[in-house]
């Protein structure tokens, strides 16, 4: 178990330095734009092709993919309803909370700490192709057409064929059709990839300058709910889907309750960064969540494993 700390020995001191980056004036506002639109368009595409193309086909199409939809469906619907009922918030910052609270760091967080806890790197697959394959598209649908005020087909149409969409669905269709790329095509998307994960984290921690957790006004209410869904209610959803409903053995349990306790995605900050909305709650879950999460993954990892 304290091999599994390793992981977030990584992301914390990634985000520090781009906490020290922003502090210091190295890297202001106009340089977290920048990044952003670099994660976006270059690096994350990569990265999901490369993690995709990767996978094995069994793997990705496992019983564990239901029962990590469900789990994360039904944390996002509840955040939703409670984020335009009880909030009136529009729909573009009700789907960023929405997503803070239901879409797991799999990749950058999720495939180390998998291969610490569960002793192998592919159980987060099915979740990675859940997520960039139907959340995303949606999501990134939904912002859009938020942008411009009004539901615009050609905005729909531009979020599916949107970068990460495209990296992601080549990424399947290689591991699918079983494709073995030469070294020559696959080595320099690899090294794109591989600069994902600290460009994204450093972003993240330039964010954190000057801002201070839960001084959000307004929006403590959702970063606090957002959390709790993601930390507490989204790993017991997972847990009963696995356990009860499907009847999993402790093993297939142990892995979709680990996958579902993950922290939030940086993604999702990265769309909120993207289209301007939404930061403050995509930003502080984040953070929340990602130090909260150790405590439930030791929690769970003993009761279950």
Known sequence: MLDALTGFVVVGFAIFIGWVLGKTGVLDVASRAVLAKLVYWVLSPALLFVVLSKADVDALFSSLLPVSAIAAVAVILIYAVAARLVWRRPASEALIGALSAGQVNANNIGIPLSLYILGSAAYPAPVV????????????????????????????????VSPIIVGSALGVLVSVLGVDLPEVVFAPIELIANACVPVLLISYGVSLHGQRVLGAGGQRGEVILASALKLLVMPALAWFVAAIVFGLGSQETLVVVVLAALPTAQNVFNYAQRFGVGENVARDTVFITTLGCIPILVLATVLLG
């Open 129 to 160: 192709l859940f997520q960039l394959l139907v959340l995303t598209p949606v999501s990134l649908s939904i912002l859009e057409a938020s942008a411009g005020g009004r539901f615009r087909l050609g905005a729909v149409a531009r979020a599916l």
